[in-house]
């Protein structure tokens, strides 16, 4: 069950919209933190962008969804600081 402060990161509205990397970070830690590993199945050779979100999570395999979540609050007030 995830956390108020977790929601409330996950709609955080950000002034400038971060870079692909970020983005890509900010992806695997929700999915971590909501719904564990990743045990889908990698996307297709030409799906870029699906194997990057992919990867992004699969990096993550082993971090419980506790870490997940407080790694992504973690990274949400870095971008706070960042681009607001």
Known sequence: MVSAEFKEKVFSNLKTRPNDD????????Y????????????????????KYK?????????????DAEKQYIEFVNELIGKYN
Not at 22 to 29: F, S
């Open 54 to 66: 992919w990867q992004s999570w699969k990096d993550l395999e082993g971090t419980s969804k506790e």
């Open 22 to 29: 970020e983005l890509l970070k900010l992806y695997g830690l």
């Open 31 to 50: 999915k971590q933190a909501t719904a564990g590993d990743n045990t889908t199945q990698k996307p297709g050779t030409f799906d870029f962008k699906g």
